[in-house]
């Protein structure tokens, strides 16, 4: 018997996802459009931090000390400046490179009171995962880190480089970490017993959550909506703005309606156009 791979209507991140939720427009320009933003200090930031921790767990489990985690910042920054110089134009002087170096010290020594990774051997870092729904939609994304009990149970780890939200908002802090929990229970049909965000910024915060397959039901039906709701903008060409207070950061607001502006025509390009070309096997990446 031959096995077909699914037929993919399209492919979502839980980022992309998050962009159409704050703003349809948002998407549009980043997705349907893939307009240039330039980069911002705090993402690249966020980046740096993120590639310290990776590689701390590269270290013996009694090296891995804060210390050693400052020691990895400078040549994760010049990695990254090496691959992007334009990261080099964030700054206006090299005072405020150091200020910036300072802040991302800041949340590594930070880290270090949040968790003790000499007690902790992940079982995956950066992992890539993917899986499609039943209505042929693929949800992808990149896991920052997964542990595996002795008993087999698995909690899916993300850091985060902001302060952690208020309670009104921890609903949606929480909604890529079920994305996230979605996909492996679909790859490994097992849900996973704990969803835990490292908040880096203010004074540190970890917010823990234990889904259920309620919960990851509940996120599938939401999952479908939100592709059902980028398919009618698709076809009826209207990709709503939408106002906050992030459109403060936005770097499109000179196209943007709501700021006087005016979209460009709408390109043929569909989201998930290369989805076959890009798509790489779950049991490759697992």
């Known amino acids: 018997m031959t096995l077909t791979e699914p037929v993919i209507i399209g492919a979502l ?11 349809p427009l948002l998407y549009r320009f980043r997705v349907i459009d893939q307009l240039p933003e330039k980069p911002s200090p705090a993402a690249v930031r966020g980046t740096v931090v993120h590639a310290v921790l990776e590689r701390l767990y590269d270290l013996p489990a009694p090296r891995r000390s804060v210390g050693a985690a400052l020691e990895l910042l400078e040549p994760q920054w010049l990695r990254l400046l090496a691959e992007e110089p334009l990261y080099a134009q964030m700054f206006a002087d090299d005072a405020e ?16 009171r949040l968790e003790d990774p000499t007690r ?35 909690r899916v780890v993300d850091y985060k480089t902001g302060s952690a939200p208020g309670p009104e908002f921890e609903a949606k802090a929480l909604f890529q970490m079920k994305f996230y929990a979605l996909v492996l229970w679909r790859l490994r049909g097992q849900v996973p017993r704990l969803l835990q965000l490292v ?5 540190g915060e970890v917010l823990r959550y234990a889904p259920d397959e309620a919960d990851l039901l ?17 076809e009826s060409g209207e990709w709503r703005a939408r106002r906050s207070r992030l459109c403060d950061w936005c770097d499109h607001q000179a196209l943007c309606p709501e700021f006087g502006g005016s979209p460009p025509p709408v390109p ?6 290369t989805v076959r070309s890009s798509r790489r096997a779950a049991t490759d990446e697992l």
């Open 13 to 23: 991140s839980p980022s992309r996802a998050g962009d159409f939720m704050t703003c």
């Open 97 to 112: 490179r150091e200020q910036w170096l300072a802040q991302a010290r800041g949340m590594l020594e930070r880290y270090f």
């Open 120 to 154: 902790l051997e992940p079982a995956e870092r950066e992992l890539y995962v993917e899986a499609v729904l039943d209505g042929g939609l693929l949800l992808r994304g990149y896991v920052d880190r997964l542990d595996v009990a002795p008993t087999g149970e698995v």
């Open 199 to 203: 908040y880096l910024g203010g004074q």
């Open 218 to 234: 509940a996120t599938e039906r939401k999952v479908m909506a939100l592709w059902a709701a980028i398919e009618r903008a698709l």
């Open 268 to 273: 043929d390009r569909q989201p998930g156009d």
